[in-house]
């Protein structure tokens, strides 16, 4: 049966799951398998990918290329005119042409490829029943009868028919342009309503904010809602960075400029008395071998490089704008729980009637015993124990797992620790939730700092047909709520020392860096309609305390020192309370500083939190949009700002943020897609990664964009001394453009994937206005172009008297591209020496240039190349000549590494302020 011809919303829930033969366990995977193949993948249609034909005959659309076709094509007809043979010229920029196109061609599709291999584990997952067993899939794998899984920050991955629901709320405006979330139901509805109207449906690419449900797929792909509208669309034009249009900007600079240069050497060779059909060719040539128009490729795919390397190190870049930011963070703002700890969290100690019981065990295994006064007690004895256990297992979402004999958790680690407590008092959560069944629930949101489920006769005093609400959440909340407390088994006023009993119980655990969760309970003898938030804000009991332990990542005070060696700060925001998040600090050894909670931070100006904000080093009790005003506090103090983030309403701050990070494990579908870069392990660790590949990457560029200019523009000093001095060229038009073949394409790509040197992390923060090029940098462009393009015509001009014009040329010819290929070594660092980076490192690079002057030799030595090239055979001495020549450059800049590593490094890192009298 077509599914698209059902209207689904009509349906009930077993009729819709009838429809799509599935059943509330989930398909197979046999069954699943089947239908991907039947229905195919979940994806709308994309952006459809050139052929690689098309993508060959792109790299003509340029104009240089139409000049330098217009020059092989005067070439050829000039044949049949001058009588000269200079179709050999034609033949040598056609094959130069299609050589350049080839090298483009696959360097683009290498882009590409790199390109759709971070797209793909950027993906979107989902949360599906199959076999019986929650699994979380690959969005694009889910098929119509696949039974979903919803919850507060999901992006809806298919169109599906509701089957249950708890306070679900979806904002709906990318299919319906409505802000407004819509509250669902499950009634089935009249054949004829509206989109807008179906509140029993949930659609491909609307996003729950609050609540959960579970669905059944009923159409995928193209098929659904958004599918319709999407196959309608144009293609969206994807908008280049701020660093590629500024590697654009800087290109069409130099096309006029270089293009200037070889109006020039026409100029200068006409006066000298060259014929202009030579000097025509010569400055074409001059213009297309000096020119970078293939920059914005390269920089494309040093990026597209960068980024794998950075997805190896769980850092998955969404935004290629982060790259480029990542090198000037200064302030990093990051979660503590399963960031800068591990998140596997174990209920180590309860309070409860004024005794403290000691847990033990490990991780999530089932196991342990409990203590009190260090003597082992049953809790099964104590009904007060078991109710606080008890309500921790019922006011919960998640589950405990079992795979290959080894237990697990499915669901937040907090809410899986109060699961694993239970089980150790035998209190097992499937058969709690058979005999208390929940009829209503309240889902957790980080500003109320609680959650809340209702269910029946589910306390010591419910009498027949009582219901209870079970409350879980922080200290200082669930006391405000609380009028009443369990003493001994029985209900009492909560009196002012019961409070300073509690508080200071939660101040002891949080001192032990024990994450402290609150429990307490309400009794309704009566109770119609839905849960609201009136009905637990007042007169609650308060049954105890559990903490947990969830230790810091063992790499995380690593990290942390080492953003302090880079000159990053490091800010830690927490929704634990104070005594708990300054006992983690101490742990991880963040810098001193002040603690301020969300309390005292509410009552702060904007103005009053920017003064202060350099001095705080830790945020607890911290609601997700107080997170934005942090970031807004330290942008207005130039901060350069990174921040992590999870939760739906995490998703202001991370737009906020110069780099918004979001959890890949933990993290929501809003916070993903709001962010620039996901982490795939949710470690702090590898946000410090990323931030030392985001510098090296930029480090490759630069390095790139130096061999690139500093090559080309020697080309042209060379030309125009010799043509000024010399009266002739050095290097024939054909000679200009090998030159460029085997220079910028040799060193290009693998300067790009030069390996990090370790001192990423020793250098400061780039300032945000420094971009590729600065001072320092254009300097030594200008120098080093200057003494290569010198020694080049020092040699020629030497040779040019002494032997055949030929033999001059050729001998010029190799002496430019020996200096370059050296040169290629040399810019892999303005500031290190080739052997302290490791002469063997860039493996590419030395493969690259090995090839490069196998192929030189073949110009100078291979009779059919040398009559294309015009060159001659050159002696041993010809040869020691040009080794000297290179060599001795290379070896001065190395030495001036060795002698004055910063000579090039001023406005690298900060802006160079000229002081005016």
Known sequence: MENSRIFWHSLTSEEAISKTASRISGLTEEEAKERLARYGANELIGKKKPPLIIVFLRQFLNPLIYVLLAAGIISLVSQFFTGEEHYIDAIVIFGVIILNAVIGTFQESQAEKAMEALLEMAAPKAKVRRDGNIETIPAREIVPGDIILFEAGDKVPADARLLGSANLKVNESALTGESIPVEKQLVPLAEDAIIAERVNMLFTSTIITSGRATGVAVLTGVKTEIGKIATGLEEVKEEDTPLQRNIKKLSQYLVFLFLGVSALLVVVGWLQGLELFDLFLLAVAAAVASIPEGLPAVVTVVLAIGMRAMAHRNSIIRRLVAVETLGSATVICSDKTGTLTVNQMTVRRLFTNGNYIEVTGEGYEPKGEFKQDGKNINPAEDKQIMLLLRAGALCNDSSLTKSNEKHGIFGDPTEGALVVAAAKAGLNKADLEEAYPREDELPFASEKQYMVTLHYMATLHAAEGHKTAYIKGSVEKILTYSQHILKNGQVAVMTESDYARIAAAAMKMGQDALRVIALAYRDFPQKSGKLTDNDIQDNLTFIGLAGMADPPRHEAKEAVALCQQAGIKVKMITGDNRITAESVARQINLPPGKTV??????????????????????????????????????????????????????????????????????????????????????????????????????????????????????????????????????????????????????GDIPLGMEPKFGDELKQPPRHCSIGLIYPGLFVRIAVMAILIGLGTFLIFRWAEPRMSIEEARTLAFCTIVAFEWLMAFSARSDEYTVFRLGVFRNRALIISIGLAVWLQIAVVYLPFLQTAFKTVPLTLNDWGIVVLAAGGLFALEEIRKALFPKLYCFGKYKPIKIKHD
Do not use: C
């Open 597 to 746: 909670t969300g309390a005292e931070l509410q009552k702060m100006s904007d103005e009053e939190l920017a003064a202060e904000i350099e001095n705080i080093s830790v945020f607890a009790r911290i609601e997700p949009l107080h997170k934005l005003r942090i970031v807004n506090a330290l942008k207005v103090n130039g901060e350069i700002v990174a921040m992590t983030g999870d939760g739906v309403n995490d998703a202001p701050a991370l737009k906020a943020a110069d780099i918004g990070i979001a959890m890949g494990i933990a993290g929501t579908d809003v916070a993903k897609e709001a962010s620039d870069m996901v982490l795939a392990d949710d470690n702090f660790a590898s946000v410090v990664a990323a931030v030392e590949e985001g510098r090296a990457i930029f480090n490759r560029l630069r390095n790139v964009l130096f061999y690139t200019l500093n090559t080309n523009l020697s080309e042209l000093v060379t030309l125009i001394l010799a043509l000024t001095f010399v009266g002739q060229s050095p290097l024939l038009a054909v000679q200009i453009l090998w030159v460029n073949l085997v220079t910028d394409t040799a």
